[in-house]
């Protein structure tokens, strides 16, 4: 029973670690997705796909802009 017992704590400090994981900062990819998804509001299929390609190709210079 003891063996159960570590096991079932072993697996209780899981969700633990995945939830301070969440608290992480976004990278710079997901940076860009936000912003580039953000401009594509509106476009559908494969204008808003041309667009997504291009946006997050030349997401740094797009970014000095704002």
Partial sequence: MLGTAAHAAGTA???????????????AQQEKMSSCSKQAKGKKGDERRAFMSSCLSNAPAASAQK
């Fill in 13 to 27: 400090e899981k969700p633990a670690a995945s939830a301070s994981g969440a608290k992480k900062p976004r990278s």
